[in-house]
């Protein structure tokens, strides 16, 4: 069985939505609250999106205090799995540094809710390696996505294939219409869409879902 353990702060609001769609691409989960340190058993981390914290002070700045983001880091730097941050949880990841950028207020200052189409740019990660198409169909829903970062650090993450999505049509100021970039070692990706939102028919055309199987059986070949 592939384990996905799904870090709950207080006021994390798509822990749930999660968990249903990955259980739909075939892992096992739990929930676990932002105080637990037992993290290494599992295959995945998934950091669901919501307003940890009440988003007080900056999106993801407080949550970054909570005692799992010190074990978070450490499941990075032994490589121990992977680490999907969606929303919110791509701007944890910002702002615990465990991802370059920042993720700041949309352009337009307002909160933005609708579908858009992403583009994929590095399939040969875990991720997105067994992703079937070039575009996704994933939704938004942030008020703090417009992806900031210096032009020689986007320069540096383009050269070394860390794009790991891009809008078709920039929602939100993005730089370089960014939507999610990974970690050096390609371990982690955070990004703003949620495919989890996507996951099956009934909720568009199950694109995000396309996501979530293509880290299971990445886990599941590399277990091989
Ligand atoms: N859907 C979410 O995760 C919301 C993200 C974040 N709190 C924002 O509005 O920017």
Same mark, same amino acid.
């Given at each position: 069985?592939?384990?996905?353990?799904?870090?709950?702060?207080?006021?994390?609001?798509c822990?749930?939505?999660?968990?249903?769609?990955?259980r739909?691409?075939g892992?096992?989960?739990?929930?676990?609250?932002?105080?637990?340190?037992?993290i290494?058993?599992?295959?995945?981390?998934?950091?669901?999106?919501?307003?940890?914290?009440?988003?007080?002070?900056?999106?993801?700045?407080?949550?970054?205090?909570?005692?799992?983001?010190?074990?978070?880091?450490?499941?990075?730097?032994?490589?121990?799995?992977?680490?999907?941050?969606i929303? $919110?949880?791509?701007?944890? &990841?910002?702002?615990?540094?465990? =991802?370059p950028?920042? %993720?700041?207020?949309?352009? *337009?200052?307002?909160?933005i809710?609708?579908?858009?189409?992403?583009?994929?740019?590095?399939?040969?990660?875990?991720?997105?390696?067994?992703?079937?198409?070039e575009?996704?169909?994933i939704?938004?829903?942030h008020?703090e996505?417009?992806?900031?970062?210096?032009?020689?650090?986007?320069?540096k993450l383009?050269?070394?294939?860390?794009i790991?999505?891009?809008?078709?049509?920039?929602?939100?100021?993005?730089?370089?219409n960014?939507?999610?970039?990974?970690?050096?070692?390609?371990?982690?990706?955070?990004?703003m869409p949620?495919?989890?939102? $996507?996951?099956?028919r009934? &909720?568009?055309?199950?694109?995000? =879902?396309?996501?979530? %199987?293509?880290?299971?059986? *990445?886990?599941?070949?590399?277990?091989?």
């Amino acid at each position: 069985m592939i384990n996905a353990g799904i870090i709950v702060f207080p006021g994390s609001n798509c822990d749930r939505d999660a968990e249903f769609a990955l259980r739909k691409a075939g892992f096992n989960t739990e929930y676990v609250w932002h105080d637990f340190k037992e993290i290494g058993k599992y295959d995945l981390i998934f950091i669901p999106g919501g307003f940890s914290y009440g988003d007080y002070l900056r999106a993801g700045a407080l949550a970054k205090f909570s005692p799992v983001m010190n074990e978070i880091e450490k499941y990075v730097s032994k490589k121990q799995g992977f680490v999907l941050g969606i929303c $919110n949880g791509f701007q944890i &990841l910002t702002e615990s540094g465990i =991802l370059p950028g920042a %993720l700041t207020k949309n352009t *337009s200052l307002k909160f933005i809710c609708k579908d858009v189409d992403v583009k994929v740019i590095n399939k040969t990660c875990s991720f997105t390696k067994f992703v079937s198409k070039e575009v996704l169909r994933i939704p938004i829903a942030h008020a703090e996505g417009n992806y900031y970062i210096s032009e020689s650090e986007y320069i540096k993450l383009k050269q070394e294939h860390r794009i790991a999505f891009e809008y078709v049509e920039n929602p939100n100021g993005s730089v370089g219409n960014i939507a999610g970039v990974y970690n050096e070692n390609f371990a982690v990706l955070g990004m703003m869409p949620h495919p989890e939102r $996507n996951s099956v028919r009934t &909720l568009g055309n199950g694109d995000g =879902l396309e996501i979530l %199987l293509s880290i299971r059986r *990445s886990i599941e070949d590399g277990k091989k």
